[in-house]
């Protein structure tokens, strides 16, 4: 039932949002040299990798693979429309495609890099893994960008014991409040929740 619901809203979504899709390609491309969509290797179901898609927020020349947390000045690789496009999470939109196609679901854990194997370490003990990840998951509504690897790991568990459609509505009301307030949210950082002085 969750897939059925995720697919039906993810092609409703696509088509109310095709003219802001519309509208975000033409100032991705007039904005900075480069392809419109960004594809990078994630982790999905069981583990098994998977390119996900966002609208590209980065100069080409940022190094490939790389948490934004982890490049030593990231601003400098950011284009004029990636800092709306990530302050408006509107970067995530494309994901749409991943949602219909059955990598990700609207609701799940974030899927992690293929290389934070210190996440999907973490994640392995809560059963994390083993299910879809998300457009949006519990994790990202309680704390974001700010919570540290076993923090994060352990919401990703706990919404795995208590998945349910009403969990799943509750973190869509979540998000949007979210977006709006942009509470959690540290670019170029993560883990600052509890490590205020370590400039992660």
């Not at 993810?10 to 419109?36: E, Y």
């Amino acid at each position: 039932m969750k897939r059925i619901i995720d697919l039906f809203l993810s092609i409703i979504g696509l088509f109310v949002l095709s003219p802001l899709f519309f509208v975000l390609i033409i100032w991705i491309k007039l904005d900075s040299k480069g392809p419109v969509l960004f594809k990078q290797k994630r982790v999905g179901i069981h583990k098994k990798h998977f390119n996900i898609l966002k609208f590209r927020t980065m100069k080409i020349d940022t190094p490939k693979d790389t948490p934004t947390h982890l490049l030593k000045d990231p601003e400098q690789y950011i284009t004029r429309a990636g800092r709306f496009l990530r302050k408006t999470s509107l970067d995530e939109l494309p994901q749409i495609f991943n949602i219909i196609k059955g990598d990700m679901a609207i609701v799940g854990p974030r899927p992690a890099l293929w290389n934070q194997y210190d996440l999907i370490e973490e994640r392995d003990k809560y059963g994390a893994n083993d299910i879809r990840p998300g457009l949006t998951g519990w994790a990202q509504v309680n704390g974001r960008d700010e919570l540290e690897i076993p923090v994060k790991a352990a919401l990703d568990g706990e919404y795995v014991k208590n998945m349910s459609f009403a969990m799943d509505i509750k973190c869509i009301f979540k998000t949007v409040i979210q977006v709006f307030t942009h509470e959690g949210v540290v670019e170029g950082g993560t883990g600052s929740m509890n490590n205020s002085e370590s400039n992660l």
